[in-house]
């Protein structure tokens, strides 16, 4: 298991990170997502720990709450020594009825917080995200608050989660006038079967030194191959979840290249898939969530795949996005240049 620093820190995460939205469900979208207890996420917890994976991530909205409370138990079953793991979670998403129970405002940010750490049962959170945008809420609010909870010794590190390139580039931007806690980290939909961030937020990333993380990788289980054609997915989560949105017909033309790949690797589709994204510069971490340790260990197997030219070639050519302006511009400008 390679270890990265996580953007422009000196904090260093396995490029493998365990994902615990799985855990806790009931009735709802939680149940939909998954509906694990306490004896498997202490299995698959074990079980990314013996891969190597050192990185760990949830939210306060998972589950409502018990995702955390959860993973923090499983830490302490299994004796984990907290400087052993890099543990991430985060904030923004509706945790109740009242205007002032979701966003990124000062108060919504301090007081959940506060209720993560007593979820986890830890004394600091290493990797604070605001997990959505908040139009209702200056960012310069939303920074503050962020850095005041890094100078309390309470968060570590800070980051972001499903922002667009301007609304990054203009919260990296206030952060350094203001000597802010840098923002590190942004956490973002990435898959072969949905390349868009390439088009502003990849190369922002790679010019500002901002560490991504990529989360449903597989594109809710799409990448598996599993949905394509045969009807074998039938009963798979994205037949009454239809989230991430796929463009199946690019999908449909993506399946079978992928197969081949994995042909020739002895591998599966969906270990082609998360080895792919291995493969790109700017990922720093791919999130990996399972209901199985079975799925988890066949998943991080990926990470012994070692994709050539050719293998890249296919993927690439596709699964890449059309060219829309002024990308066709920008190109043609730099061919004259070149």
């Known amino acids: 298991m390679r270890m ?22 009931s009735d709802g979208l939680w149940g939909q997502v998954g509906k694990l207890g306490q004896a498997e996420a202490d299995a698959l917890v074990g079980a ?42 985060k904030v923004a998403s509706p945790m109740g009825e009242g205007p002032n129970m979701r966003g990124g405002s000062r108060r919504h940010v301090l007081d959940q917080c506060r209720a993560s750490l007593v979820r986890l049962g830890l004394d600091h959170i290493d990797l ?61 939909y990435y898959t072969l079967v949905g390349r868009d961030l390439e088009r502003d937020i990849v190369p922002m990333l ?26 074998s997915g039938r009963d798979g989560r994205l037949q009454t979840l239809d989230f991430p949105p796929i463009d199946r017909t690019r999908g449909e033309r993506l399946i079978p290249v992928l197969r081949s790949v994995a042909s020739r690797h002895d591998a599966t589709p969906a270990q082609i898939a998360i080895a792919w994204l291995l493969h790109q510069p700017v990922v720093t971490s791919v999130i990996l969530g399972a209901k199985r340790v079975e799925q988890l260990s066949a998943n991080v197997q990926a990470t012994r795949i070692a994709l050539d030219a050719t293998d890249l070639s296919e993927l690439d050519q596709v699964s890449a996005l059309p060219i829309e302006y002024p990308g066709w511009l920008l190109g043609h400008l730099g061919e004259r240049q070149a």
């Open 128 to 188: 604070y995200q605001i997990h959505a945008f908040d139009p209702a809420t200056p960012i310069e609010e939303t920074l503050e608050a962020l850095d005041a909870l890094v100078r309390a010794g309470d968060v570590r590190y800070v980051g972001l989660s499903n922002w667009a390139a301007w609304q990054v580039m203009k919260a990296i931007s206030i952060g350094k006038a203001r000597n802010l806690a840098p923002i590190v980290s942004l956490q973002a």
């Open 4 to 25: 990265h620093t996580l953007g422009n820190s000196g904090l260093f995460v396995s490029e493998l990170c365990f994902g615990a939205m799985t855990f806790g469900g």
């Open 48 to 89: 990314a720990l013996d891969a190597g994976i050192n990185f760990f991530d949830t939210a306060n909205v998972y589950a409502d709450g018990r995702s955390e409370i959860m993973l923090g138990q499983a830490l302490r079953n299994l004796g984990v020594a907290r400087d052993e793991v890099v543990i991430a979670t």
């Open 206 to 231: 790679a010019s500002e030194q901002v560490g991504l993380m990529v989360w449903s990788p597989l594109a809710g289980g799409y990448l598996t191959g599993k949905y394509a054609d045969d009807g």
